[in-house]
């Protein structure tokens, strides 16, 4: 289990050295910010003076030296939109993505636990039948068009739910909502899935014959067997909500870390560009190995091998 | 009310499929008592694992269905209880144990919770009670190092091991009925007899009823009062052991018997030519261990197979006994060259097979083929029982022209007992025995002169597995194949083979006529096996029950 | 083939005890014939309606859904250009059934491949497309996207790219594993002792039993492509005009929520139903595949079948 972990740790990391490199110099070939952040009349003379306060002028090969310097002393450079280090403005913008993804996970685990669960006790039954055709229905719908679709019928036709920003409890109902429906749909799936294993499998048959109650028997015995897909898909599904929220961050005003990016992309300012990949990728990474762990905590057969 | 602990009166179980329904069980009646031990005996299929089922409440229903019947328990009718008065009962009063005990054990909980668990739900124990009390099963069972080991998961026991915890699991309450099904089938035979004697003592110590269901005569023997012979889903004969085995009234019972390998001495065998055909010399096959970081090996080995020497003369057979883990079956991939050994020489007719390439490798494929042990894995289920016979010459295209195909498909079928017409069918419409056959007409396609039987009979019910060997015999006689033989059982290998060697860790400890060393076994490993190896007479279990403490004190 | 000398009913399971199963299950039955409408719209579409698709009429702006006074191209209204919302939408499936087709046959003929390259080889090739796999696996994946749209240029042959590289390492990772576990059945070993060698064991014995399960993993990777392409077009670094998919059109739409909520609302009304209909399809292939389950989709079981 260490040396997987340790492994899995290597991995991320060559990935995450592929992505700094990736991003730096595609970044770059989307064209000068002088062109974005400068009157269009600029003289040659300001771009230049632009260029060179903002080191553009140097071989790319000496901006991507500077870089990794000062990646190393932890300084992810200045942000040119917003004047101030990209590092702070990227930070800013990470808590409020996390509570998003927080508040939508935990809500869908245990709804597609609850749903999954009861579906698989009468396979065939009429929760199962349900549940699987609505839980297809919601891993089928596009996030974009479920939220558009919302907005104009709580927002603009009910006027019950503010269309955009943070704030009050209200604000949040719309983005958790229409960031909930495709992970809870692929949880019960997986749930009910893994849940109908279990529940056939001899273990269950095992602790029948020792007389213990039939809820310890589902929720005892069948559901942590049931969980070890669950734990997997659920942290795919949430890695997707912290680096995916992008469109329901947008549509929703969500000042969260997919909006900054694509507000940064779209003004080139490269260094909040790097700094958010950087940052998100690294959560991502550090996700991925708590899910291992979690792993290796609920079943002994990975710790030990 | 009657005197018996457990009285089960015409119980009929059916299954729902689409259909229509099957009876598994159509009304068995039969009773035990306390201090007694009820063997049902009887082959998959005859209902009697649906039955014990029945008896603790754990069918599944649907697709189950108690049709008729009453199981009476202390005078109690158990299924016109309720869910949770029933409930109440198993592991307190009743308890059970299972054969396939990785399965049967649940993976994430360690074995000391799951012991103390029984515990907890009934006598709404302590935990750390529970706990110290489960670490003192573990012990009576005789698990070493108990306290350290109660922390440990299923996983990391062995399966005799895990048989062990399962039985101290059931033992906790001391209930008054014990249903134990198949519990020695997976386990080799020395292990075996050390868990029939781990149930006997539990038996008697405690008094408790056990009702024991089995396919093994043996098993039988060893440790059952009556028997109970169940065939198609009725109880056809019934009484002591040493009557039913001794003097069978039905016919089903006598062919039972009669299937049952090494009961009489096989028949006198026909002179071997002296002419080695494939021969294995200081044979090894080494896996190495790998770990850390970058998965690389650290120097230390398993060593699978370990300078293994054997011969194989034309037209005669050579058995190789061992149990799991002795290396038998990497000794077999090897000589199939489905695996290269680590050091050694394999010679075919004197040439070396690892050289061997293209046009020489293909001869000796043709040459030397295999039945693997589990007929439903051999096949590949994609293809018509013709594909599969005829896939050898469409590799070896010189064998035989395409147009004699069809003739020659037929010609094998009936040669191994089936029917030309079965040619169009699928290999899942078939029954074990029935694939067998099927495996053992593709591996005659190519009219090897050598066939590799690999656990070949050991998947498959003692009266199926009588007539396996019976056409194998034939096949030998009529077209002076030689065979060699695998297995972990010593009967079916005294019953065919002409040699024998046995094989323990990777090396083979005793070789010989097979006469000589099962009647007069010189290594050790030997006695104990062959001591251990139950036979359906419980006078002679008893004496070789007796031998076998001896051996053990010696 | 010995089949080519047995008489009787055509190998495996034939197509009419396919339609049988399929009719069994009434929603994939739908799901079923709702796709080959749709397939069947996007290539005979623009035989049907002519040049309509970018007529403008303007008195017909805006015009509302469901009222067939101005003819049936204009039943689910019309665009703020006066187009035909119906004829829009056929014109966009093509190019929004086209790029999810593409990258899913480059991911699966690529990523399947490879999966059973890595299978069977040993040594550093293997461990270098596993290695690949994991790292494309570990990156996130829309963030890549994003990226590299926006630096190339959105054009249709980079998205397809785009969305078939993130889905590799999925179909790598299946196919590899069904192969490490199919090499160590019996049926393997005993056609390598009848004599076959590498590339017959492999076409003959082992990748018949991978295509289900790739095949199952495609259907729900199309949906899975096609609501990747419609949340970049969404984005605008997608497909751009003047090429039209469902996703743009939810975009371009947005902004006329309040005054013409239809034009958003089709278009991803229509990817949804899409992305169900191939989900539907996929969970019922898995039961119709697997031989444990398939009774349940057959009518009586299998009374001959008896072991």
């Given at each position: 289990?260490?040396?997987?972990?340790?492994?899995?740790?290597?991995?991320?990391?060559?990935?995450?050295?592929?992505?700094?490199?990736?991003?730096?110099?595609?970044?770059?070939?989307?064209?000068?910010?002088?062109?974005l952040?400068?009157?269009?009349?600029?003289?040659?003379?300001?771009?230049?003076?632009?260029?060179?306060?903002?080191?553009?002028?140097?071989?790319?090969?000496?901006?991507?030296?500077?870089?990794?310097?000062?990646l190393?002393?932890f300084?992810?450079?200045?942000?040119?939109?917003?004047?101030?280090?990209?590092?702070?403005?990227?930070?800013?913008?990470?808590?409020?993505?996390?509570?998003?993804?927080?508040?939508?996970?935990?809500?869908?685990?245990?709804?597609?636990?609850?749903?999954?669960?009861?579906?698989?006790?009468?396979?065939?039954?009429?929760v199962?039948?349900?549940?699987?055709?609505?839980?297809?229905?919601a891993?089928?719908?596009?996030?974009?068009?479920?939220?558009?679709?919302?907005?104009?019928?709580?927002?603009?036709?009910?006027?019950?739910?503010?269309?955009?920003?943070?704030?009050?409890?209200?604000?949040?109902?719309?983005?958790?909502?229409?960031?909930?429906?495709?992970?809870?749909g692929i949880?019960?799936?997986?749930?009910?899935?893994?849940?109908?294993?279990?529940?056939?499998?001899?273990?269950?048959?095992?602790?029948?014959?020792?007389?213990?109650?039939?809820?310890?028997?589902?929720?005892?015995?069948?559901?942590?067997?049931?969980?070890?897909?669950?734990?997997?898909?659920?942290?795919?599904?949430?890695?997707?909500?912290?680096?995916?929220?992008?469109?329901?961050?947008?549509?929703?005003?969500?000042?969260?870390?997919?909006?900054?990016?694509?507000?940064?992309?779209?003004?080139?300012?490269?260094?909040?560009?790097?700094?958010?990949?950087?940052?998100t990728?690294?959560?991502?990474?550090?996700?991925?190995?708590?899910?291992?762990?979690?792993?290796?905590?609920?079943?002994?057969?990975?710790?030990?091998? | 009310?009657?005197?018996?602990?457990?009285?089960?009166?015409?119980?009929?179980?059916?299954?729902g499929?689409?259909g229509?329904?099957?009876?598994?069980?159509?009304?068995?009646?039969?009773?035990?008592?306390?201090?007694?031990?009820?063997?049902?005996?009887?082959?998959?299929?005859?209902g009697?694992?649906?039955?014990?089922?029945?008896?603790?409440?754990?069918?599944?229903?649907?697709?189950?269905?108690?049709?008729?019947?009453?199981?009476?328990?202390?005078?109690?009718?158990?299924?016109?209880?309720?869910?949770?008065?029933?409930?109440?009962?198993?592991?307190?009063?009743?308890a059970?144990?299972?054969?396939?005990?990785?399965?049967?054990?649940?993976?994430?909980?360690?074995?000391g919770?799951?012991?103390?668990?029984?515990?907890?739900?009934?006598?709404?124990?302590?935990?750390r009670?529970?706990?110290?009390?489960?670490?003192?099963?573990?012990?009576?069972?005789?698990?070493?190092?108990?306290?350290?080991?109660?922390?440990?998961?299923?996983?990391?026991?062995?399966g005799?091991?895990?048989?062990?915890?399962?039985?101290?699991?059931?033992?906790?309450?001391?209930?008054?009925?014990?249903?134990?099904?198949?519990?020695?089938?997976?386990?080799?035979?020395?292990?075996?007899?050390?868990?029939?004697?781990?149930?006997?003592?539990?038996?008697?110590?405690?008094?408790?009823?056990?009702?024991?269901?089995?396919?093994?005569?043996?098993?039988?023997a060893?440790?059952?009062?009556?028997v109970?012979?169940?065939?198609?889903?009725?109880?056809?004969?019934?009484?002591?052991?040493?009557?039913?085995?001794?003097?069978?009234?039905?016919?089903?019972?006598?062919?039972?018997?009669?299937?049952?390998?090494?009961?009489?001495?096989?028949?006198?065998?026909?002179?071997?030519?002296?002419?080695?055909?494939?021969?294995?010399?200081?044979?090894?096959?080494?896996?190495?261990?790998?770990?850390?970081?970058?998965?690389?090996?650290?120097?230390?080995?398993?060593?699978?197979?370990?300078?293994?020497?054997?011969?194989?003369?034309?037209?005669?057979?050579?058995?190789v006994v061992?149990?799991?883990?002795?290396?038998?079956?990497?000794?077999?991939?090897?000589?199939?060259?489905l695996?290269?050994?680590?050091?050694?020489?394999?010679?075919?007719?004197?040439?070396?097979?690892?050289?061997?390439?293209?046009?020489?490798?293909l001869?000796?494929?043709?040459?030397?083929?295999?039945?693997?042990?589990?007929?439903?894995?051999?096949?590949?289920?994609?293809?018509?029982?013709?594909?599969?016979?005829?896939?050898?010459?469409?590799?070896?295209?010189?064998?035989?022209?395409?147009?004699?195909?069809?003739?020659?498909?037929?010609?094998l079928?009936?040669?191994?007992g089936?029917?030309?017409?079965?040619?169009?069918?699928?290999?899942?419409?078939?029954?074990?025995?029935?694939?067998?056959?099927?495996?053992?007409?593709r591996?005659?396609?190519?009219?090897?002169?050598?066939i590799?039987?690999?656990?070949?009979?050991?998947?498959?019910?003692?009266?199926i597995?009588?007539?396996?060997?019976?056409?194998?015999?034939?096949?030998q006689?009529?077209?002076?194949?030689?065979y060699?033989?695998?297995?972990?059982?010593?009967?079916?290998?005294?019953?065919?083979a002409?040699?024998?060697?046995?094989?323990?860790?990777?090396?083979?400890?005793?070789?010989?006529?097979?006469?000589?060393?099962?009647?007069?076994?010189?290594?050790?490993?030997?006695?104990?096996?062959?001591?251990?190896?139950?036979?359906?007479?419980?006078?002679?279990?008893?004496?070789?029950?007796?031998a076998?403490?001896?051996?053990?004190?010696? | 083939?010995?089949?080519?000398?047995?008489?009787?009913?055509a190998?495996?399971?034939?197509?009419?005890?396919?339609?049988?199963?399929?009719?069994?299950?009434?929603?994939?039955?739908?799901?079923?014939?709702?796709?080959?409408?749709?397939?069947?719209?996007?290539?005979?579409?623009?035989?049907?309606?002519?040049?309509?698709?970018?007529?403008?009429n303007?008195?017909?702006?805006?015009?509302?859904?469901?009222?067939?006074?101005?003819?049936?191209?204009?039943?689910?209204?019309?665009?703020?250009?006066?187009?035909?919302?119906?004829?829009?939408?056929?014109?966009?499936?093509?190019?929004?059934?086209?790029?999810?087709?593409?990258?899913?046959?480059?991911?699966?003929?690529?990523?399947?491949?490879?999966?059973?390259?890595?299978g069977?080889?040993?040594?550093?090739?293997?461990?270098?497309?596993?290695?690949?796999?994991?790292?494309?696996?570990?990156?996130?994946?829309?963030?890549?996207?994003?990226?590299?749209?926006?630096?190339?240029?959105?054009?249709?042959?980079?998205?397809?790219?785009?969305?078939?590289?993130t889905?590799?390492?999925?179909?790598?990772?299946?196919?590899?594993?069904?192969?490490?576990?199919?090499?160590?059945?019996?049926?393997?070993?005993?056609?390598?002792?009848?004599?076959?060698?590498?590339?017959?064991?492999?076409?003959?014995?082992?990748?018949?039993?991978?295509?289900?399960?790739?095949?199952?993993?495609?259907?729900?990777?199309?949906?899975y492509?096609?609501?990747?392409?419609?949340?970049?077009?969404?984005?605008?670094?997608g497909?751009?005009?003047?090429?039209?998919t469902?996703g743009?059109?939810?975009?371009?739409?947005?902004?006329?929520?309040?005054?013409?909520?239809?034009?958003?609302?089709?278009?991803?009304?229509?990817?949804?139903?899409?992305?169900?209909?191939?989900?539907?399809?996929?969970?019922?292939?898995r039961?119709?595949?697997?031989?444990?389950?398939?009774?349940?989709?057959?009518?009586?079981?299998?009374?001959?079948?008896?072991?």
């Open positions: 289990m260490g040396s997987f972990i340790a492994r899995r740790s290597l991995q991320s990391l060559v990935a995450l050295a592929g992505l700094i490199v990736l991003v730096f110099f595609a970044a770059r070939l989307t064209g000068s910010p002088a062109d952040y400068l009157p269009i009349d600029a003289s040659v003379e300001a771009r230049q003076e632009f260029n060179e306060k903002h080191g553009f002028n140097d071989p790319l090969t000496e901006q991507f030296g500077r870089f990794l310097a000062d190393a002393r300084d992810l450079g200045h942000s040119i939109r917003k004047d101030r280090p990209a590092l702070e403005v990227v930070l800013e913008a990470i808590p409020t993505t996390l509570a998003l993804a927080a508040v939508t996970m935990t809500l869908a685990v245990a709804g597609a636990i609850l749903v999954g669960s009861l579906a698989a006790r009468r396979p065939g039954g009429a199962d039948r349900l549940g699987s055709t609505l839980s297809l229905a891993a089928s719908a596009p996030d974009f068009w479920v939220a558009i679709s919302a907005i104009l019928l709580f927002a603009v036709a009910l006027g019950w739910l503010p269309t955009s920003g943070m704030g009050t409890f209200w604000h949040w109902i719309m983005p958790v909502g229409v960031l909930l429906i495709r992970p809870f949880l019960v799936q997986v749930v009910r899935g893994s849940m109908l294993g279990a529940l056939a499998a001899p273990y269950v048959k095992t602790a029948r014959a020792k007389g213990i109650g039939e809820r310890a028997v589902v929720f005892v015995h069948a559901l942590r067997n049931g969980l070890l897909p669950v734990i997997t898909v659920a942290g795919d599904q949430a890695a997707g909500i912290v680096n995916g929220a992008v469109i329901v961050e947008t549509i929703f005003g969500w000042p969260g870390i997919g909006k900054l990016m694509i507000d940064s992309i779209i003004q080139r300012d490269f260094a909040v560009i790097q700094a958010s990949i950087l940052v990728a690294a959560i991502i990474f550090a996700m991925n190995i708590v899910i291992d762990l979690a792993y290796g905590l609920l079943d002994p057969r990975v710790r030990h091998a | 009310m009657s005197g018996h602990l457990l009285e089960v009166n015409d119980l009929a179980i059916s299954f499929t689409v229509g329904g099957v009876q598994a069980v159509d009304g068995i009646s039969f009773h035990l008592d306390r201090g007694e031990t009820l063997a049902i005996l009887g082959e998959s299929g005859s009697k694992s649906v039955s014990a089922s029945a008896i603790m409440a754990i069918l599944d229903c649907p697709p189950g269905r108690i049709a008729r019947g009453s199981i009476l328990f202390e005078g109690r009718d158990l299924l016109s209880l309720s869910e949770s008065e029933r409930r109440r009962l198993n592991g307190e009063r009743i059970m144990i299972f054969q396939d005990t990785l399965a049967h054990l649940n993976p994430v909980y360690s074995v919770w799951q012991i103390a668990e029984t515990l907890e739900a009934h006598k709404r124990m302590a935990a009670e529970a706990r110290a009390k489960a670490v003192r099963l573990m012990e009576s069972v005789g698990i070493p190092e108990p306290a350290r080991r109660a922390n440990d998961y299923p996983h990391q026991f062995s005799g091991q895990r048989q062990r915890l399962m039985i101290a699991m059931a033992m906790a309450l001391e209930p008054a009925l014990l249903v134990a099904d198949e519990p020695t089938t997976a386990l080799d035979v020395t292990v075996q007899a050390q868990i029939l004697d781990l149930l006997r003592e539990a038996r008697d110590r405690t008094g408790m009823g056990m009702l024991l269901i089995t396919h093994d005569l043996g098993v039988v060893d440790i059952a009062d009556r109970a012979v169940m065939y198609q889903g009725r109880i056809v004969e019934t009484g002591p052991v040493r009557e039913v085995l001794g003097n069978p009234q039905h016919g089903y019972t006598q062919r039972l018997l009669s299937a049952v390998p090494g009961r009489e001495p096989p028949p006198p065998r026909a002179p071997v030519a002296d002419l080695p055909v494939f021969e294995a010399r200081n044979l090894t096959k080494h896996f190495p261990i790998t770990g850390g970081l970058f998965r690389r090996a650290t120097g230390e080995v398993v060593r699978a197979v370990d300078g293994v020497s054997l011969t194989l003369h034309r037209g005669e057979t050579l058995g061992g149990e799991s883990g002795s290396g038998k079956s990497t000794l077999a991939r090897m000589l199939l060259r695996e290269e050994p680590t050091s050694g020489a394999i010679l075919f007719e004197g040439k070396d097979v690892s050289s061997l390439g293209g046009p020489g490798l001869s000796f494929r043709r040459r030397v083929q295999v039945v693997f042990q589990d007929p439903f894995a051999s096949l590949d289920p994609r293809m018509r029982v013709a594909e599969l016979i005829a896939e050898p010459w469409t590799i070896h295209k010189d064998v035989l022209p395409r147009p004699r195909w069809n003739a020659r498909i037929a010609e079928l009936s040669l191994v089936l029917q030309p017409e079965h040619a169009a069918r699928y290999p899942h419409q078939f029954s074990g025995g029935q694939r067998q056959r099927i495996a053992i007409a591996a005659l396609a190519l009219e090897p002169e050598i590799i039987c690999d656990e070949a009979v050991s998947a498959l019910d003692v009266s597995q009588a007539q396996i060997l019976a056409l194998l015999d034939d096949l006689r009529a077209m002076g194949l030689a060699l033989f695998i297995a972990h059982d010593l009967p079916v290998v005294r019953q065919i002409d040699r024998v060697a046995v094989m323990q860790r990777g090396r083979i400890v005793e070789q010989g006529p097979c006469e000589e060393v099962f009647e007069r076994p010189q290594h050790p490993y030997t006695r104990a096996l062959l001591a251990a190896s139950p036979v359906p007479d419980p006078d002679a279990q008893a004496a070789r029950r007796k076998r403490r001896e051996l053990a004190g010696a | 083939m010995a089949s080519a000398s047995l008489p009787g009913a190998r495996g399971l034939g197509a009419r005890r396919w339609l049988a199963m399929l009719a069994r299950d009434p929603l994939a039955c739908l799901a079923a014939l709702f796709l080959l409408l749709l397939v069947a719209a996007a290539l005979l579409g623009p035989a049907l309606i002519p040049e309509s698709a970018g007529r403008m303007l008195r017909l702006r805006n015009a509302p859904p469901f009222e067939l006074a101005n003819g049936w191209l204009y039943v689910l209204g019309a665009d703020t250009l006066g187009r035909s919302m119906l004829a829009r939408l056929i014109e966009a499936s093509r190019s929004t059934l086209m790029v999810a087709s593409a990258a899913v046959a480059l991911s699966f003929l690529i990523g399947g491949t490879l999966g059973v390259l890595a069977y080889a040993r040594g550093w090739g293997a461990t270098l497309i596993l290695r690949m796999a994991d790292v494309l696996m570990s990156f996130p994946s829309l963030l890549l996207a994003v990226v590299v749209l926006y630096t190339f240029s959105p054009s249709i042959a980079n998205i397809v790219v785009v969305l078939a590289v889905r590799l390492p999925v179909y790598i990772r299946t196919a590899r594993a069904e192969i490490l576990e199919l090499r160590e059945r019996m049926f393997v070993s005993a056609a390598r002792v009848m004599g076959a060698g590498p590339v017959r064991t492999a076409l003959r014995h082992v990748v018949p039993f991978v295509l289900p399960t790739l095949l199952t993993l495609a259907a729900v990777d199309f949906a492509v096609m609501l990747a392409e419609s949340a970049l077009s969404f984005l605008g670094i497909i751009q005009p003047p090429d039209v469902w743009l059109m939810v975009a371009q739409g947005r902004g006329y929520l309040a005054s013409a909520w239809w034009l958003a609302f089709f278009p991803g009304l229509f990817i949804m139903l899409t992305t169900l209909s191939l989900n539907l399809l996929a969970s019922w292939l039961v119709a595949a697997d031989p444990q389950q398939r009774w349940r989709l057959e009518p009586g079981g299998k009374a001959g079948d008896a072991p």
